[in-house]
């Protein structure tokens, strides 16, 4: 009777035992596990930040040269300008009245040219006015009937984020120039209760989203800029039916 009791007892300790080795491993286990998803979390983080200043760089490296051509926009071929209609101002003759006139109008869009160029014009000024200098400028070229609808006083972007967007509707409105052929654009900013959108919309010939294959460098910078600030970019075209771009901001925005 005895001896079945040691044999019992044995049992139970040694089943105690693997229970004990089971919870061991399964801390063992656990501990790894979490130790592993916290290093993959922390490279993760790392390659997100590492991603970021690389792509801020890049930003700042544009933002600085768009500010030198700015610059020599104004300072030198603005000069140049001023001073060869002065000369011709001296002359006293009609037939240099509507040559004038031209020069008068190519000296204020080159202006108008180096403040939209101009990172520190922009943040000074805010985005509402540097995008309704940027509309007026399209407008006078007289190649487009271009409108901008803002009728949300809510609609507010800081600064920085400003210029970004800023950037962005300077991309697609330089790519509908280039590439759209149209004569209608229309800017409609908007705020709603979850995001705030900007939609760009113009009557082109459009393109076949299927054929875009990542686009080119002003497509993947719009793409950059507003990944930057955790926006998203739609683009829809239809052949022969214009295109519509959508820039969605979170409504942390």
């Not at 061991?24 to 130790?35: H, I, P, Q």
């Not at 995008?131 to 803002?150: A, D, M, P």
């Not at 590439?179 to 409609?188: F, G, L, P, T, V």
């Amino acid at each position: 009777m005895q001896g079945k009791e040691e044999v019992i007892f044995t049992i139970i300790v040694v089943v105690f035992l693997l229970i004990f080795l089971a919870i061991m491993l399964l801390v063992f286990l656990a501990k790894n596990n979490t130790r592993k998803n916290r290093l993959l979390f922390e490279n993760e983080r790392i390659k997100r930040e590492y991603e970021d200043a690389l792509l801020n760089t890049r930003l700042e490296i544009q933002e600085h040269t768009l500010d030198y051509v700015s610059r020599e926009i104004h300072d030198n071929i603005g000069q140049m300008l001023s001073l060869a209609r002065i000369q011709l101002n001296n002359i006293e003759s009609e037939e240099y009245k509507e040559t004038d006139e031209l020069l008068g109008r190519a000296i204020a869009d080159l202006r108008a040219l180096s403040h939209n160029l101009n990172t520190n014009h922009i943040k000074d000024i805010g985005f509402n006015e540097a995008l309704q200098n940027l509309v007026e400028q399209f407008g006078r070229s007289g190649k487009y009937h271009i409108k901008l609808q803002n009728e949300d006083s809510q609609f507010y972007i800081d600064e920085e984020k400003g210029l970004i967007i800023f950037r962005i509707i300077q991309e697609v409105l330089n790519n509908i120039t280039k590439h759209a052929n149209a004569s209608e654009i229309n800017i409609q900013l908007d705020t709603h209760a979850e995001q705030s959108e900007i939609n760009i919309i113009d009557n082109g010939k459009g393109f076949d989203p299927a054929k875009l294959n990542g686009g080119g460098i002003g497509l993947k910078n719009m793409n950059d800029r507003i990944k930057l600030i955790g926006g998203k970019l739609n683009i829809s075209s239809v052949l022969g039916k214009g295109t519509h771009v959508k820039i969605l901001l979170p409504h942390e925005f």
